[in-house]
């Protein structure tokens, strides 16, 4: 399993490095070393397939069409992935947003909600996917030990429900026992707010995750996949919900110390 990569960096080379030559080299390594390994599972982002222009989930087979630095350099691992000898072995998980326990990029949300602000784009009615973390991973083992041929196949684990932004928020507004005063910020005000993390990031010299790069994913109103192929081939199903996922994740941000 091949989860390893950069969510932040300096530059989209910083991204590729890692991302995508870095991907190339352990395919090669593994290559050389373990050429009768029976299955790699490499864990890309719905960023390298692209956005969902009609709102709808667009089939795997489709043209990948990145927006972002980063959607280009997962695109150029699974590219790597494809064409190496292993491709007949291998499995793509393109994941969308994961949240649960320990993962820090959906804490700021949650920090917002407990000062009673919610920051909205597009009126909270720009639509996505998500699956809990462990729905994630219990997906990439059933991928990784299936007796079943799922060789060259490509996956997208989502928990079954199209979420609109203020779902999600609401979700966390529950979880936290506040309701937060929903604080609508046009698309300029997330743009310099970009534009000012770089900057900061330059001056210190450290890669930021939110950036003007990540502004090019926010502004598309919907990152939206379907989980019926990992349904069908491999019996996965998910076993948490966004309401329960949410108070969970709450639950180990207090206790952690993260809220």
């Given at each position: 399993?091949h989860p390893a990569?950069l969510?932040?960096a300096r530059?989209?080379a910083?991204?590729?490095a890692?991302?995508?030559q870095?991907?190339?080299?352990?395919l090669?390594?593994?290559?050389?070393r373990?050429?009768?390994?029976?299955?790699?599972?490499?864990?890309s982002s719905m960023?390298?397939h692209g956005p969902?222009?009609?709102?709808?989930?667009r089939?795997?087979?489709?043209?990948?069409k990145?927006?972002?630095?980063?959607?280009?350099s997962?695109?150029g691992?699974?590219?790597?992935?494809?064409?190496?000898?292993?491709?007949?072995?291998s499995?793509?998980?393109?994941?969308?947003v994961?949240?649960?326990?320990?993962?820090?990029?959906?804490?700021?949300f949650?920090?917002?909600v407990?000062l009673?602000i919610?920051?909205?784009?597009?009126?909270?009615?720009?639509?996505l996917?998500?699956?809990y973390?462990?729905?994630?991973?219990s997906?990439?083992v059933a991928?990784t030990?299936a007796?079943?041929?799922?060789?060259?196949?490509?996956?997208?684990?989502?928990d079954?429900?199209?979420?609109a932004?203020r779902?999600?928020?609401s979700a966390i507004e529950s979880?936290?026992?506040r309701q937060?005063?929903?604080?609508?910020?046009p698309?300029?005000g997330y743009?310099a707010?970009?534009?000012?993390?770089e900057?900061?990031g330059?001056?210190t010299?450290?890669a930021q995750?939110?950036?003007?790069?990540?502004?090019?994913?926010m502004?598309?109103?919907a990152?939206v996949c379907s989980?019926?192929e990992?349904r069908?081939?491999l019996?996965w199903?998910?076993?948490?919900?966004?309401?329960e996922?949410?108070?969970l994740t709450?639950?180990?941000?207090r206790?952690?110390?993260?809220l």
């Amino acid at each position: 399993m091949h989860p390893a990569g950069l969510i932040k960096a300096r530059s989209e080379a910083e991204f590729r490095a890692v991302n995508e030559q870095g991907t190339s080299n352990l395919l090669k390594a593994i290559e050389e070393r373990a050429p009768d390994l029976r299955r790699f599972v490499y864990i890309s982002s719905m960023s390298a397939h692209g956005p969902s222009p009609g709102g709808e989930p667009r089939p795997t087979e489709a043209e990948p069409k990145p927006v972002s630095a980063y959607g280009r350099s997962k695109l150029g691992g699974e590219t790597a992935t494809r064409a190496s000898a292993l491709a007949d072995r291998s499995v793509i998980f393109r994941m969308p947003v994961i949240y649960g326990p320990r993962d820090p990029a959906l804490l700021p949300f949650f920090k917002a909600v407990r000062l009673r602000i919610a920051p909205l784009l597009w009126g909270g009615r720009n639509r996505l996917s998500i699956i809990y973390a462990s729905d994630a991973a219990s997906a990439v083992v059933a991928a990784t030990t299936a007796d079943t041929d799922a060789g060259g196949r490509t996956y997208c684990p989502e928990d079954g429900i199209v979420y609109a932004w203020r779902d999600l928020l609401s979700a966390i507004e529950s979880a936290s026992g506040r309701q937060a005063l929903m604080v609508p910020i046009p698309l300029i005000g997330y743009q310099a707010a970009g534009l000012g993390s770089e900057l900061f990031g330059r001056i210190t010299g450290q890669a930021q995750v939110f950036d003007r790069d990540k502004v090019r994913e926010m502004r598309r109103r919907a990152w939206v996949c379907s989980s019926t192929e990992l349904r069908e081939d491999l019996g996965w199903r998910p076993g948490v919900q966004i309401e329960e996922g949410a108070r969970l994740t709450h639950e180990w941000y207090r206790e952690a110390g993260w809220l």
